[in-house]
């Protein structure tokens, strides 16, 4: 019997879940089972741990929901983790903006979650990081103040402490220095002889509580 590539096709005459087919995958410890289900047949991906454990069924026999609920619970996990990845891997995610995506892509929020706070854990999400390399972009590149970087950053998930305690950091470190940055930024827009007032406006309108 042979069965098409897509999540879930019509099948004749179910009778409850059943084990249809077990076939290996090109990652180690991992099986891809094919599993009637009301008439129509789904595919799951589980470890070899979840198919001992739920007893090594062979094609043919009856699934018990027991352990349809594991190999549904390993299979979304397996398929969250999968997308996360992908999405780490075209660019960076904070642990808030990560989740959100998983959600959108139709994971429940739970395991979103759960994903994404590993993902974190695992290292391949380094906020800190983050966050210098895009405090950076906006101090030093567009010469942006605090207030405007602060918000915007916010804006995208991150934790305001850790906004905080970054942008402290590296003006501690020298690497920022937002009055040599006002002061370079009322240059470049030709406002350095304006009166007081003037400049006042303009750095309040970039992020400048400073003249």
Known sequence: MSFNKTQSE???????????????TKEKNLLLLGIAEEGET????????????????LRGDSITPTALTDIRDFDEGYRAR???????????????????????????RERATEVAREMVS?????EERQLERLI?????????????????????GYQSSLV?????????????DFKKNAKALLEKLGAADLPREEK??????????IC
Do not use: M, W
């Not at 789904?42 to 069924?57: F, K, L």
């Not at 006042?200 to 509580?209: A, D, E, S, T």
């Open 10 to 24: 019509r099948v004749s005459s179910p009778d409850g879940a059943r084990l249809l087919y077990i076939r290996g």
């Open 122 to 126: 695992l290292g391949y999400i380094d």
């Open 164 to 176: 905080r305690a970054t942008l402290s950091s590296l003006c501690e470190r020298g690497e920022i």
């Open 82 to 108: 999968k997308y996360a990845l992908s999405l780490l891997a075209l660019a960076d995610n904070n642990e808030r903006g990560l989740a959100q995506k998983l959600v959108r892509r139709g994971f429940p």
């Open 42 to 57: 789904a595919r799951y991906t589980v470890s070899e741990t979840v198919y001992r454990s739920i007893g090594s069924p």
């Open 136 to 156: 950076l972009a906006e101090a030093c590149g567009k010469l942006s103040g605090p207030s405007k970087i602060i918000p915007k950053l916010l804006s995208k």
């Open 200 to 209: 006042k406006k303009i750095l309040y309108k970039h992020g400048y509580r």
